[in-house]
C-alpha cells in the first residue's frame, strides 16, 4: 500500500512539475491590436511609419516568463508612412528592398524579468528580451527593453474581438539602419531619414 | 531686356538673397524650426522682396513675366511638398486613426500603467 501511494504521489508530482513547465502558445495576430511603428528624426523632416499588420506567436511559460520564445514577422509591403512616394522608395532595393526580403522579423530567444513572479492574471513585468532582429536579410542579435502584462479573459477585451487570456508586450528601442546595411543617401542640403530610427513595438497576444 | 531692367532685376535678386541668407542664419541658431519650414519661410521672402523691387522699378509688361515666374515657383514647391512630404496616403490617415484608438482602448482594458 505504502508503495502504491508513494508512486501516485511521484506520478502527481512529475505531473504537477511537467504542468509547469509547459509553455502556453498566445498568437499574434494581425490588425489593428498590433502596432509596429518606427520614427526618423533627420535634418529635413520627422517621419513616422506604422504597421498593424504583425503576425506571430509567443511561447511563455507563465510559471517562469523568462522562459519564452517566439517570432514575429512584419510584411515590408504593410509599412507605411503615409506618403505613398516614400512609401515607394521605401520598399526599394537601397531601403528595405521588399521584393528580395519581404519580410521583418524577431525571433524572440529569452527575456530576463526584474522581479521573477509568475505571469497571472494583472502581473505586469519589466525586463529585457533578447533576440534575433532581421532587416533587409541582415540578422543581428539584439536585447531590448520589454513590458509584458497578462489579462485574463472578461468582457472588456471580448469589446476588442479578444477572446481568452491576452499578453500585451511593448517595446521601445532604437536601430542603426547601417548596421543592416541601409545608407541614407548624402542630399544637398540634409538627411531626409536618420541613421538611427526608433522602433516602437505594442503587441496583443492572445491564447484563443 | 533693357540696361535698366536687367539692374532692377539683379537688385532684387540680390536682395532677395541678402534676405534670405539672413533669415536661414536667424532660424537655423534661434528656432527649432525644420528645414523645409525655413526653406519656405526664405522663399516667401525673397519672392516678396523681388515683387516688392519689381513692382517698383519694372515696367507693367515685365511685371506679368516676373509675377509668372514666382507662381510657377510656388506652384513647384507646393508640388514637390505634396510628392515627396506631405500626408497623402488616406488609407494610411483611416488606418493610423483606428490603430491609435484600439491602442488607447487595450491600454484602457489591461489598465496599462507601463
Known amino acids: 500500500m505504502r508503495q502504491i501511494m508513494l508512486t501516485l504521489c511521484a506520478l502527481a508530482s512529475t505531473a504537477m512539475i511537467g504542468g509547469v513547465a509547459v509553455a502556453e502558445t498566445f498568437n499574434v495576430p494581425p490588425g489593428n491590436i498590433q502596432l509596429v511603428e518606427f520614427e526618423s528624426e533627420a535634418d529635413i523632416e520627422t517621419i513616422r511609419g506604422i504597421s498593424t499588420a504583425v503576425s506571430g506567436k509567443l511561447d511563455v511559460n507563465l510559471a517562469s516568463p523568462g522562459n519564452v520564445t517566439g517570432k514575429v514577422v512584419v510584411p515590408v509591403a504593410t509599412i507605411k508612412t503615409g506618403n505613398t512616394t516614400r512609401d515607394e522608395h521605401l520598399a526599394e532595393p537601397n531601403w528595405l528592398d521588399a521584393k528580395s526580403h519581404p519580410n521583418l522579423t524577431f525571433e524572440l530567444v529569452s527575456a530576463s524579468f526584474k522581479d521573477t513572479k509568475a505571469l497571472a492574471a494583472g502581473v505586469s513585468l519589466r525586463g529585457k528580451a533578447t533576440g534575433k532582429l532581421t532587416i533587409k536579410g541582415v540578422t543581428k542579435t539584439i536585447t531590448v527593453p520589454i513590458r509584458i502584462k497578462y489579462i485574463a479573459a472578461s468582457d472588456k477585451l471580448k469589446k476588442l474581438y479578444i477572446q481568452g487570456n491576452a499578453l500585451r508586450v511593448k517595446s521601445t528601442f532604437e536601430v542603426t539602419l547601417a548596421d543592416f546595411g541601409i545608407k ?3 542630399q544637398l542640403i540634409g538627411a531626409k531619414v536618420a541613421e538611427v530610427v526608433t522602433i516602437k513595438v505594442a503587441l496583443t497576444a492572445v491564447d484563443k | 531686356m533693357s540696361a535698366t531692367t536687367n539692374r532692377t ?6 536682395l532677395g538673397g541678402a534676405v534670405a541668407i539672413a533669415t536661414l542664419v536667424t532660424f537655423q541658431f534661434t528656432t527649432d524650426l525644420g528645414v523645409l519650414t525655413t526653406l519656405g519661410i526664405i522663399g516667401a521672402m525673397v519672392g516678396g522682396v523681388v515683387f516688392a523691387v519689381a513692382l517698383k522699378k519694372l515696367p507693367a509688361h515685365r511685371l506679368g513675366l516676373v509675377a509668372g515666374a514666382l507662381l510657377g515657383t510656388v506652384a513647384a514647391g507646393v508640388i514637390t511638398y505634396q510628392t515627396f512630404f506631405a500626408i497623402n496616403d488616406e488609407q494610411f490617415v483611416k488606418t493610423q486613426a483606428e490603430s491609435t484608438q484600439t491602442q488607447a482602448d487595450l491600454d484602457a482594458a ?5
Not at chain 2, 9 to 14: N, S
Not at chain 2, 110 to 114: A, I, L, M, S, T
Open chain 2, 110 to 114: 489591461f489598465d496599462d500603467d507601463f
Open chain 1, 184 to 186: 541614407p543617401p548624402d
Open chain 2, 9 to 14: 532685376l539683379l537688385v532684387a535678386l540680390g
